[in-house]
């Protein structure tokens, strides 16, 4: 697909391609309902209804709303998009499937940005500040059998996104990996990132991966 970004909306990347591909290759049930969680433009949204899903999409950024409703109409593929922060608009409903690609990247900033683009990537200074509210929130979505799929970066620790989702009473490992060249990004906070030992001096790439969690039937 052809995907538009407005001003300010993170444009799909190395880990998006890397969450749809495990989306595209989960079963799904008929008519499967389907949350994607900080849904960006709308790439898995979209991705799952082309699998016929009842797609929810959601994102506390205004311009992704409107850039994931547009980039459904333009693709004539129904999908939901609404406003709000995390789960918050779905409370109280259950789902066959979650994906998110949530801000996962390390920062100096002592707390996340709450305006511009890099609210689509900043996390805290251990990069989890979102990652552990999508494994409190999140299990709680899930129907019987349901699957959570999240992708993000080794140096926000893979290790506390399983010991979480796991003590949440879901089955949870790593099925996907990929390593990537650092982005502009990480590449600017290269010095800060070696000072916490999180990336070597002489590093030029980050470990992506994908995590399934499963709640059991």
């Not at 949350?35 to 790439?43: M, N, R, S």
């Not at 552990?132 to 996104?161: A, Q």
């Not at 979480?164 to 990996?177: C, D, I, P, Q």
């Amino acid at each position: 697909m052809t995907l538009i970004a407005l001003p300010g909306v993170y444009a799909p990347q190395e880990d998006t391609a890397l969450l749809a591909g495990a989306l595209l290759r989960e079963a799904l049930p008929p008519r499967a309902r389907v949350l994607d969680v900080g849904t960006g433009t709308g790439a898995l949204a979209l991705a799952a209804a082309m699998r016929g899903a009842q797609v929810t999409a959601v994102d506390i950024s205004r311009p992704a709303v409107w850039t994931a409703r547009l980039n459904a109409l333009l693709a004539r593929t129904p999908v939901r998009v609404l406003h709000g922060d995390l789960t918050a608009p779905v409370a109280g409903r259950t789902f066959d499937l979650v994906v998110t690609n949530p801000p996962y990247v390390p920062s100096p900033a002592e707390s996340p940005p709450r305006h511009g683009a890099a609210r689509a990537w900043d996390a805290g200074r251990d990069g989890r500040w979102v990652l552990d509210r999508i494994c409190r929130e999140v299990p709680r979505l899930l129907r019987p059998g349901g699957v959570l799929l999240v992708v993000h970066s080794v140096l926000s620790g893979e290790g506390p996104t399983l010991a979480r989702l796991r003590s949440a009473g879901l089955t949870a490992e790593v099925t996907e990996r990929r390593c990537v060249r650092l982005g502009p990004v990480l590449r600017s906070r290269r010095s800060w990132l070696c000072s916490r030992g999180l990336l070597s001096p002489d590093g030029e790439k980050e470990e992506l991966v994908v995590i399934r969690a499963e709640r059991t039937p």
